[in-house]
C-alpha cells in the first residue's frame, strides 16, 4: 500500500493557467506538508497542516493556496501559473509534534511552457 | 552563511569501501536532525535521524553527531552501487509549533565505482 501518494505525478501546461495537486496519506499522520524542489533540487518547505489547521506558511507568493479537507489530504491550488512555478513538488507527513520524521510522496513534475 | 551547508560531489568511492557524507547546521537551537537519499527522478527516503550527541547505528549506515561543533555526518560502510544516489541532510529548527519544520542542505552526491 502506498504510504503517501500524490496525483498526477506530471503536471504540463501554460502559463496563466490554473492547476491543483492533490495529496493523501493513509499512515495515520497528522500532519502534512507541501514541499518545492527547484532545478537545482533544493527542496524548500512551503505549507504545513496540522489536522485541517495552517501552521506553516514560509514566503511563498498568495498564488499558492492549500487546502485540507480532512487530515489525511492536503492539496495546493496554484493561480496564473509562471514559468519560475516550474519544480518538483512533493507532499509529506508526519506525526505531530516537533522533530519528527517526515515521509515523502512521489513528487509532482510541474512544467510550465 | 547557509543554514545547512553539504559539498555537493560527488563523492566517489570504490565499492565495498566507506562512504564519509558531511553536513554543518547554523543554528545552534537545531533539535534533531535526518539524512534522506534521493534517487535521480525519485522523493527523498528516510534512511536515519539523530537527536543526541554520538553515534547512532543502523545496518550499514551510521549518523554521528556533533552540536558543540554543529556538525552531522553519516557514514556508510560497505558501500554498494546501489547506494549510489544523493544524500540531503536536513534539521529540525526549534519550532513553537507542532510542525517538524525541515531545513535541508543542497545535497552531496555519491557515486559508488565497480
Known amino acids: 500500500d502506498t504510504a503517501v501518494s500524490q496525483t498526477p505525478k506530471y503536471l504540463v501546461t501554460q502559463m496563466g493557467n490554473d492547476k491543483s495537486i492533490k495529496c493523501e496519506q493513509n499512515l495515520g499522520h497528522d500532519t502534512m506538508y507541501w514541499y518545492k524542489q527547484d532545478s537545482k533540487k533544493f527542496l524548500k518547505i512551503m505549507f504545513s497542516y496540522n489536522n485541517k489547521e495552517l501552521i506553516i506558511n514560509e514566503t511563498v507568493p498568495n498564488r499558492f493556496s492549500p487546502k485540507s479537507p480532512d487530515k489525511a489530504h492536503l492539496n495546493l491550488h496554484i493561480n496564473s501559473l509562471e514559468l519560475g512555478d516550474s519544480a518538483v513538488y512533493f507532499c509529506a507527513s508526519s506525526q505531530v509534534g516537533p522533530g519528527l520524521e517526515q515521509y515523502f510522496g512521489p513528487g509532482t513534475r510541474l512544467t510550465v511552457t | 552563511q547557509k543554514e545547512v551547508e553539504q559539498n555537493s560531489g560527488p563523492l566517489s568511492v570504490p565499492e565495498g569501501a566507506i562512504a564519509s557524507l558531511n553536513c554543518t547546521y547554523s543554528d545552534r537551537g537545531s533539535q534533531s536532525f535526518f539524512w534522506y537519499r534521493q534517487y535521480s527522478g525519485k522523493s527523498p527516503e528516510l534512511i536515519m535521524f539523530i537527536y543526541s550527541n554520538g553515534d547512532k547505528e543502523d545496518g550499514r549506515f551510521t549518523a554521528q553527531l556533533n552540536k558543540a561543533s554543529q556538525y552531522v555526518s553519516l557514514l556508510i560502510r560497505d558501500s554498494q552501487p546501489s547506494d549510489s544516489a544523493t544524500y540531503l541532510c536536513?534539521?529540525?529548527?526549534?519550532?513553537?509549533?507542532?510542525?517538524?519544520?525541515?531545513?535541508f542542505g543542497t545535497g552531496t552526491r555519491l557515486q559508488v565505482t565497480l
Open positions: 536536513a534539521v529540525n529548527r526549534r519550532d513553537s509549533g507542532t510542525a517538524s519544520k525541515l531545513t
